[in-house]
């Protein structure tokens, strides 16, 4: 082990994982630990992780706690929603567009107490050991960053339960057994992993949904309700204006008692395997399927399809963890142009799981009703036109065909 690290900040939960690692590098590095515990939303009381840390010898100076909700929604989640951010055209980076955030805390805070690394509790086999690291060295090309599960030899829990025996560490007796699933949570979504769900062909036991009810459990009255937007953003709901972290929470309300946003995904991973996971993103459901409708009336149909041509390789990069990488704010330039009006209401239903636009206004809105009417209209559309513009894009395919005829 390195033994040149002074002072490291690490990404805290006040879990039993972290509470290990908070501990091994102390007694592994020597070095002081500066912990670093957002809140993002995750439904959990964070003093916990306070008292934690001070019980593990982590002065007071030295425990950052931070409400991030805001910033999380507004300067990460509603600038994915506005290129409506599909991962394998399912998945909507609920765990993926965290990391960066956390890790430019954790990046501010170690220029702020003078540390000269940073570490995660990401495993060696997933995807979020390469968005911390990737963000981590994004922001600061020369920090030591420490990934304790690559280097420690406490590769099972029997191994970390005795580890935090040793050390006095409080368990909770419910982490005392084999914890069924995995679970990550923030205000976009939950997600849940391990154990139960390891088997792909086993469908996931209703004890693992907790941020929805049941589709079939949900009302059987359907709720409306309005979401208007400006610029791409959701700014308020039924009229009532909201701050982003606000409405994302009320979407999520909403979205829970009528079972909508579940999603159990076989997907591909960036460091090569396949795994499966149940995600839970109730609120951002609901808001894509606004967000694509308010621009299906305000989006020009040239800007439209280049926008889902390129959201595949957005989402990848979001995904993969290239948040501060030149390409996604190059991607991310292009999309925040196109947003300049998309703007106005969409009206939603939402009933058993389901979400399903039925109405929506802009006063930028391209759509025509003089043009596309059945009856006579104000605007002059002359039919004929149509059969100019039909010879004109059949001409190649009449001049291939007619090749094919020569050579039959």
Request: aromatic letters at 10%.
């Amino acid at each position: 082990m390195a033994n040149d690290v002074k002072k490291v900040v690490l990404a805290y939960s006040g879990g039993l994982d972290t509470s290990v690692i908070l501990k091994w590098l102390q007694t592994t590095y020597g070095c002081e630990v500066v912990t670093f515990t957002a809140d993002l939303g995750q439904g959990e009381e964070l003093e916990p992780a306070r008292r934690k840390a001070e019980l593990l010898g982590i002065k007071p100076e030295n425990i950052f706690i931070e409400d991030v909700r805001e910033e999380f929604v507004s300067e990460y989640v509603f600038p994915m929603f506005r290129a409506n951010a599909l991962y394998e055209g399912l998945y909507l980076l609920g765990t993926s567009i965290a990391r960066p955030l956390i890790s430019k805390k954790q990046i501010e805070i170690a220029r702020q107490v003078g540390a000269d690394a940073v570490a995660h509790g990401a495993t060696g086999k997933g995807n979020d050991q390469v968005r911390f690291e990737l963000s981590y060295y994004a922001l600061e090309p020369e920090i030591k960053v420490i990934a304790p599960w690559r280097e420690w030899e406490l590769t099972s829990r029997t191994r970390l339960l005795e580890f935090a025996e040793t050390h006095q560490i409080p368990i909770a007796k419910d982490k005392r057994g084999e914890a069924p699933f995995s679970v990550d949570a923030n205000l976009l979504h939950s997600s849940s992993e391990g154990k139960v769900l390891e088997d792909p062909n086993e469908e996931a036991p209703e004890y693992v949904y907790q941020r929805t009810i049941s589709p079939e459990a949900a009302p059987d009255k359907a709720t409306y309700i309005t979401v208007t937007f400006e610029k791409g953003d959701a700014v308020a709901i039924d009229g009532v204006r909201l701050s982003p972290a606000s409405l994302l929470t009320k979407l999520n309300e909403l979205g829970k008692e009528n079972g909508i946003g579940r999603l159990d995904l076989v997907e591909n991973r960036f460091v090569g395997m396949k795994s499966r996971g149940v995600y839970e993103t109730p609120g951002g459901t609901i808001l894509l399927q606004a967000h694509r409708g308010i621009e299906s009336i305000t989006l020009d149909r040239g800007a439209a399809h280049l926008k889902d041509e390129i959201m595949p390789r957005y989402a990848e990069l979001i995904y993969y963890g290239f948040w501060f990488s030149p390409e996604r704010e190059m991607l991310q330039a292009l999309i925040d142009k196109s947003q300049e009006f998309v703007t106005g209401s969409v009206r939603i239903k939402l009933y058993k799981g389901n979400v399903e636009v039925v109405g929506r206004e802009s006063p930028y809105s391209l759509y025509n009703q003089d043009l596309v009417t059945f009856e006579e209209g104000a605007v002059a559309y002359d039919h004929r036109d149509a059969a100019g513009f039909i010879k004109l894009n059949a001409l190649r395919l009449r001049t291939l065909a007619s090749r094919h005829r020569k050579m039959g």
